[in-house]
């Protein structure tokens, strides 16, 4: 790609090593899938003209869901071309290693079958079009989180792939992933040592909130939060980190500025309630140190250059934060802005790549002489 | 250090209390099974009336859904936010971030058995050890009477 | 068991407020003593079906809740009756114990606030009203009420406002969280427009049961959920507000937050903001950021008060909030998280502020004492 191009995508000072947590790669169209589905399948979806889920977890009209420039000029929509993701994110911030999570909603199709189906289609067609062209990518594996069983499945089925380190669960979802029901995910996910991604997002038959249904997209984005805040709840006090001691939960765009103060009223309140729960061995901020990481986008720190280190030191460590573009979606203007603020070099250093490549197991530190795939 | 009789020993049989006024203080004496304890009744919570709290067990988890009780009736728990104390100790065992209170020494008559480290049965259960540590008093038996000390 | 309860000797207390400040409690719960009680506030039509059928909430609910009732263990009265259903109980273990000069009564009962016969839940209400005013504010003039409206049914709400909204005895109209629908939502409207026109403040208490599930994730399981979960729930609530206009359309609105905690609020108001600049295409309709109507139109009490494990990270909470002349001091009397008036404000605050947290903006918010 040209050098105006990355330029427009480069931040100023680029860092010796950067490995980002989140980025996106969303299907173009269910054409890209039918290669990788039954002839049953495939008959379905042209015949009776299935395009795919309705995930309405980033509207197009939404100027969060997609920066300017972004979309390809050949078509499809933002994150669905390689070549572009390359130039905006992979050689722009000189990336060593980024996740690629694709929000495919798969868990909004409601016939069990076919949504195992597409989840297959899409974790073959993530392999194909997206880990095998480039090194630098790892990915995460898309399951139908609404059947946990078949998640297992299709976790078991491609689990070993060295290019997926990750599975991802939609925040929203149909019952609080602490549940006994949704074991098996867990299961599987420590089974092959895959960290567990809960991702913003989430397309379910429930209400985003405990009140209902919200009129307005920017309600729903800004509950997002208390999604995360919920499911995270759920997970803790029904035990699955004691079930699996070694499992990784990522928070991926989940905002991280509501967490202290969540953290201080669930220890208070675990103390007197923890006889409901008595398999939780830790308080919920050691369970969140020792089992959950936090992507750095969108930043929704306190005002000022000091507020991610405000958080860090409440929240008591530095190795909490993994960088993310979050690429495509729009949170910051200058790509200075998604840089951390107010950190030491070390601390910095460790927010922009050293916390990732140990959290998701990543390759060794060497540095990148040159851009390229 | 003054010694002030509370209850004869057959008012308060095992699994029993009794909460006197005593130089000033409120007090909670306790029988767990045949040994006599004697806390302040102030949680050092919140100043809730800690001896009129109820008598819970230990719970011994191996993982979700499984639960059994131990030491029943050892628990102490808060009456107000649930705080829970080792009858025998004082102790509350939860896990924070906060630094441990003052602890108050506990003195043991002689020719009187307790659990061998139950702070260490408690550590293999799981447990860990919260932040405060209720205030108790020694107590000791002075033929039918039971008597405690209080600074 | 023998359990021998001498009069409750006050044990010194290791540290005292050098300053006894003025005390407004702004969560009380009052319970009936049976259900019988409300018969004769009832109207005929109502009478035999509340004493036979009742109120009948529907849905699962959660149980246990930590402690009996979700009470306080020594809040049961020697009397005999239920917790917070002995008047002189109450009085004296709360209001005199702790030398209150008003204590704000919120008598939350499920069956009327959500009640699913419309007619019933707004008759219902009416009685709890009427026996709040009977049996409670008469009883003791330190007590001020708080209007009970069957808030799914606005039409039955807005005829409760218009009837008891002037008299002098309750200081605002109640409403809960995990609401049927967010309670920004044009539906609830009505309830705004009466509680604008008669000048009352809302106040949104701690809710357990509505008709959705208890998370945007589906049915939480555990009590803990449930309860350290209501913190998620308000702020749902409060964004409802801000998003859907509700202070454009009625802008002398007060809001009061009961027993939701705040711990929630200064990240809420960032998150808000930063998502309005990006998402302000949508709403064109507010005018002004959510950090402003939000500091404008709310106001909220401390319990259960938060409990950072350092002391400087709750003056950073406050800090961050910008919102001292908002914060009211409560108790949630006899619930089991009850808040001691005499620990659970940090000693440490300064003055003026412990001033305001105890008294000054309830009496402000309230309209309590000379404004009267």
Not at chain 1, 45 to 50: E, I, S, V, Y
Not at chain 3, 25 to 38: A, K, Q, T
Not at chain 3, 56 to 76: E, I, N, T
């Amino acid at each position: 790609m040209t050098d105006t191009l990355s330029q427009r995508w480069a931040p100023t000072g680029i860092p010796s090593a950067v490995i980002d947590a989140d980025v996106h790669v969303n299907v173009p169209g269910i054409n890209v899938l039918l290669p990788y589905l039954s002839d049953y399948w495939r008959e379905i979806c042209t015949k009776a003209a299935f395009r795919g889920p309705s995930d309405t977890s980033y509207p197009a009209g939404m100027p969060t869901s997609a920066r300017p420039g972004t979309q390809p000029a050949g078509g499809g929509p933002p994150g669905s071309d390689l070549a572009l993701l390359q130039a905006q994110v992979l050689d722009a911030w000189n990336v060593e290693y980024a996740i690629v999570n694709c929000s495919y909603a798969v868990e909004s199709v409601r016939q069990h079958y076919q949504a195992q189906a597409v989840a297959s289609a899409v974790n073959d067609w993530l392999i194909d079009a997206w880990l095998e062209q480039d090194s630098r990518l790892r990915a995460s594996i898309v399951v139908p989180s609404q059947q946990p069983q078949f998640a297992a499945r299709e976790i078991d089925r491609v689990g070993d792939h060295p290019g997926f380190v990750q599975v991802y669960l939609p925040v929203r979802s149909w019952l609080p992933y602490g549940n006994p029901i949704c074991r098996p995910i867990f299961e599987a996910a420590a089974r092959h040592d895959l960290v567990v991604g809960l991702h913003f997002g989430g397309v379910t038959p429930n209400p985003p909130t405990s009140a209902g249904w919200p009129s307005y997209y920017l309600e729903e984005y800004a509950n997002m939060a208390t999604s995360f805040a919920s499911n995270l709840m759920s997970i803790i006090v029904e035990g699955v980190l004691d079930e699996f001691p070694t499992l990784r939960i990522t928070l991926i765009e989940s905002g991280f500025s509501w967490i202290p103060a969540y953290l201080w009223r669930f220890d208070k309140e675990w103390k007197g309630l923890r006889r409901e729960v008595p398999w939780t061995r830790y308080s919920p901020s050691e369970y969140l140190r020792r089992h959950v990481r936090l992507t750095t986008q969108p930043n929704d720190a306190p005002p000022g250059p000091d507020g991610l280190r405000r958080l860090i030191d409440q929240l008591g460590s530095d190795d909490l934060f993994l960088f993310s573009t979050d690429y495509p979606h729009y949170h910051f203007d200058a790509p200075d802005e998604a840089l951390p603020t107010g950190l030491s070099e070390a601390s910095a250093r460790k927010v922009l790549a050293e916390n990732a490549r140990s959290w998701y197991r990543l390759g060794s530190s060497a540095p990148r002489a040159e851009n390229g795939g | 250090m003054a010694r002030y009789v509370v209850a004869r020993v057959d008012e308060i049989p095992v699994g029993g209390r009794k909460i006197v006024a005593v130089a000033g203080e409120s007090v909670g004496v306790f029988n767990v099974g045949g040994e006599y304890v004697a806390f302040r009744n102030r949680c050092p919570h919140q100043g809730g009336p800690l001896c009129e709290g109820a008598l819970w067990g230990f719970v011994a988890s191996d993982g979700p859904g499984d639960a059994r009780l131990v030491r029943e009736g050892e628990v102490l728990k808060c009456p107000w936010h649930a705080w829970e104390y080792d009858l025998r100790t004082g102790q509350s065992w939860y896990q924070t971030a906060r630094p441990r209170a003052r602890r108050y020494p506990v003195q043991v008559e002689p020719g009187r058995s307790l659990v061998a480290n139950p702070d260490d049965a408690l550590l293999d259960l799981g447990y860990a050890k919260g932040p405060f540590v209720a205030e108790i008093y020694p107590v000791s038996l002075d033929d039918v009477y039971v008597v405690v000390e209080i600074p | 068991m023998v359990l021998t309860s001498t009069p409750q000797t006050r044990p010194a207390e290791p540290e005292s407020q050098p300053t006894k400040l003025e005390i407004v409690d702004c969560d009380i719960h009052n319970y009936l003593p049976s259900p019988r009680v409300l018969t004769k506030y009832l109207p005929e039509r109502w009478r035999a079906h509340h004493e036979t059928i009742g109120p009948r909430s529907p849905g699962a609910r959660f149980a246990p809740q930590a402690y009996p009732g979700a009470m306080r263990l020594d809040a049961w009265p020697t009397s005999g009756l239920p917790a917070g259903s002995d008047r002189d109980f109450l009085i004296a273990q709360l209001l005199d114990r702790y030398d209150m000069s008003y204590g704000i009564l919120n008598p939350l009962f499920t069956g009327a606030l959500t009640q699913t016969i419309e007619e019933y839940g707004a008759a219902y209400c009416a009685a709890v009203n009427d026996w709040q005013i009977a049996e409670w504010l008469e009883y003791d003039n330190r007590f001020r009420g708080t209007i009970q409206i069957p808030l799914e049914y606005p039409e039955g709400s807005v005829r409760e406002i218009e009837r008891l909204g002037r008299h002098p005895g309750f200081v605002q109209i109640g409403l809960t969280s995990r609401t049927a629908e967010p309670l920004g939502r044009r539906k609830y409207w009505p309830i705004y427009e009466a509680a604008a026109r008669y000048d009352l403040a809302l106040g949104m208490h701690f809710g357990t049961w509505g008709r959705n599930p208890g998370s945007g994730c589906g049915h939480p399981a555990y009590y803990i959920e449930m309860h350290t979960g209501q913190g998620e729930s308000f702020q749902e609530i409060v964004t409802s507000l801000v998003c859907e206009g509700v202070f454009e359309a009625f802008p002398t609105l007060r809001f009061a937050l009961i027993e939701g905690g705040f711990g929630w609020l200064a990240p809420l108001i960032w998150r808000l903001d930063r998502a309005y600049r990006l998402l302000k295409c949508e709403v064109p309709h507010l005018k002004r950021l959510p950090s402003e109507y939000i500091r404008e139109h709310f106001w909220f009490t401390t319990q259960p008060v938060e409990e950072p494990p350092r002391p400087r990270d709750f003056d950073q909470l406050l800090a961050d909030l910008l919102m001292d002349d908002r914060i009211m001091f409560a108790t949630d009397y006899p619930h089991w998280d009850f808040d001691s008036p005499e620990e659970a404000i940090p000693a440490t605050l300064p003055l003026d502020l412990r001033r305001k947290i105890y008294s000054e903006n309830a009496k402000e918010v309230y309209r309590l004492g000379d404004g009267e």
